[in-house]
């Protein structure tokens, strides 16, 4: 890990995630996984040592997420998801709650707030985690999609299926986990998902900015103790939830409407399905 002094402090560079220390308490850490940020095992574990690196200091109290490039995240890589049409269900299970957690503990256990700048597509479990942070800063232009269904033909994960209803409600959030949708930053502001909407992508991180220094303001213990508050409802039957979307995950790549999705993303075709008699099986 290599610490360069800047102006406006000091840039941790951990692989796939640059920390960067700015004034008045905040920082920034950025995804970096070119071209679309897809988060994998590895960035994973760089999030998780960026959120460490944080803590061992006592010189911030806010922090901003964010994607290079013109994403925040496109969600997860395709060579991974392909992996998983080899494994059996238990493995899959097991592999998909391990890969949530590495995203999820860091975040939801962080002391301190997480706002997430939202300036391009967010999409599958990228989406999912700008969800799990506590704020979200939402260009207008912004591609939003929690495309499991309708892309790669799997059950919503990364939390998905908890923090999305308790952020915009169940009727809201039933219409995009199960149809796959994909919908402007502007109307997810509509429907209470993020702050703003700002009207440029480029707007999108210094109003994050502008609003983590007002939080880093507050005084400390005060902003710790009802940080945990609001985050009590949140964190309360996560486990379960998660366990459910590995389970429901596991199932879903053990059928061939889940590589085909696959094939379908990467190729931009539009899936046929086949698995309408497993579909009335399960009913």
Same mark, same amino acid.
């Given at each position: 890990?290599?610490? *360069? ?14 920390? @960067? ?7 920034? *850490? +950025? ?8 988060? %994998? !095992? ?45 494994? @059996? *269900? ?27 700048? /939202? ?7 990228? $989406?999912?985690?700008? +969800? $799990? ?13 929690? @495309?499991? @269904? #309708? ?9 998905? #299926? ?32 993020? /702050?703003?909407?700002?009207? !440029? ?10 609003? $983590? %220094? &007002? ?12 940080? &945990? ?8 039957? *996560? ?14 790549? #053990? ?10 993303? /990467?190729? &931009?075709? &539009? ?6 008699? #497993? ?5």
């Amino acid at each position: 890990m290599a610490f *360069l002094q800047l102006t406006t402090g000091w840039q941790t560079n951990i692989m796939q995630v640059l920390l @960067t220390r700015l004034p008045h308490r905040v920082a920034l *850490l +950025t995804l970096r996984s070119p071209p679309v940020n897809a988060m %994998t !095992t590895s960035m994973g574990k760089d999030w998780g040592e960026a959120f460490r690196e944080i803590q061992r200091g006592d010189d911030i109290s806010c922090l901003v997420v964010t994607g290079e490039g013109g994403s925040f995240s496109a969600g997860g890589d395709m060579g991974f998801l392909r992996s998983r049409a080899s494994c @059996t *269900l238990a493995e899959n299970e097991k592999t998909m709650l391990d890969f949530y957690k590495l995203y999820l503990d860091p975040l939801r256990h962080c002391p301190y707030p997480v706002i997430a700048s /939202v300036h391009g597509n967010v999409v599958g479990a990228g $989406a999912c985690l700008a +969800t $799990a942070c506590d704020i979200r800063v939402v260009a207008k232009c912004a591609r939003v999609g929690f @495309t499991f @269904t #309708s892309g790669v033909a799997i059950h919503p994960g990364m939390g998905g #299926s908890h923090f999305l209803p308790q952020v915009i409600g169940m009727q809201n959030a039933s219409r995009l986990l199960l149809s796959g949708e994909i919908v402007s930053g502007e109307e997810m502001v509509s429907m209470g998902w993020g /702050v703003g909407p700002v009207e !440029t992508p480029s707007q999108a991180l210094p109003r994050a900015i502008a609003m $983590a %220094t &007002k939080i880093a303001a507050a005084a400390p213990v005060a902003l710790y103790e009802t940080l &945990k508050t609001l985050r009590a409802r949140g964190n309360e039957g *996560l486990g379960a939830a998660l366990e459910r979307e590995a389970k429901a995950q596991a199932v879903c790549y #053990s059928g061939p409407d889940f590589l085909h999705g696959v094939e379908s993303v /990467v190729k &931009k075709e &539009k899936p046929a399905w086949t698995q309408y008699a #497993s579909f009335s099986s399960l009913k």
